[in-house]
T-cell receptor, first 114, second 118 residues
Framework: AQSVSQHNHHVILSEAASLELGCNYSYGGTVNLFWYVQYPGQHLQLLLKYFSGDPLVKGIKGFEAEFIKSKFSFNLRKPSVQWSDTAEYFCAVNLRGGADGLTFGKGTHLIIQP | SAVISQKPSRDICQRGTSLTIQCQVDSQVTMMFWYRQQPGQSLTLIATANQGSEATYESGFVIDKFPISRPNLTFSTLTVSNMSPEDSSIYLC???????????????FGPGTRLTVL
């Protein structure tokens, strides 16, 4: 069965710390990969996406993610977090070229302490 | 990106009743997706709604419980039927880029409908 695993369910960091959130997927086929963010009281927003090409993708607000095909991973990184990065982060996957809905990981609740 | 609105934004309902949630998009889209986010959980795909055909349901979801309409390329409804407290969730619709966009894959999400069943 298709699945997405996020390793960290709750992460607490201080401002200026570096961030890495893990995401692994199990999917039979070539995939599209996404990170979505949900800020408190707001709806889901696309943070970044990978379809093909350069496996290192850059998103909004200084976030980046690296697709490592051999590890079935798509980890999210940010070198220096800010208090405003406090949010819920979801990794998601669907099949490339198809018209599929997304399979989401369980999410990571990130709290940045000032 | 698409602008998506949902009605109602929230509701409190009695057990055994039904609620219809509307999703309106500001541009024509090929598909519309309905998700459920139970308290403290991630999003789970309920079904895919295509215009002019029956919706496609994911494992664990059935048409009798979650009937869907898709009368045109900018609108869809999801009904939560014969509700129980276990149906308390946020229900979200999402859409891919517009019908003229070259790439299908990413999705844009509406604000969600927060449903509480007593």
């Amino acid at each position: 069965a298709q699945s997405v695993s996020q390793h960290n369910h709750h992460v607490i960091l201080s401002e200026a710390a570096s961030l890495e959130l893990g995401c692994n997927y199990s999917y039979g086929g070539t995939v599209n990969l996404f990170w979505y963010v949900q800020y408190p009281g707001q709806h889901l927003q696309l943070l970044l996406k990978y379809f093909s090409g350069d496996p290192l993708v850059k998103g909004i607000k200084g976030f980046e993610a690296e697709f490592i095909k051999s590890k079935f991973s798509f980890n999210l990184r940010k070198p220096s977090v800010q208090w405003s990065d406090t949010a819920e982060y979801f990794c998601a996957v669907n099949l490339r070229g198809g018209a599929d809905g997304l399979t989401f990981g369980k999410g990571t609740h990130l709290i940045i302490q000032p | 990106s698409a602008v998506i609105s949902q009605k109602p934004s929230r509701d409190i309902c009695q057990r055994g009743t039904s609620l219809t949630i509307q999703c309106q998009v500001d541009s024509q889209v090929t598909m519309m997706f309905w998700y459920r986010q139970q308290p403290g959980q991630s999003l789970t795909l309920i079904a895919t709604a295509n215009q002019g055909s029956e919706a496609t349901y994911e494992s664990g979801f059935v048409i009798d419980k979650f009937p869907i309409s898709r009368p045109n390329l900018t609108f869809s409804t999801l009904t939560v039927s014969n509700m129980s407290p276990e149906d308390s969730s946020i229900y979200l619709c999402s859409v891919p880029p517009g019908i003229r966009a070259p790439r299908v894959g990413e999705q844009f999400f509406g604000p969600g409908t927060r449903l509480t069943v007593l």
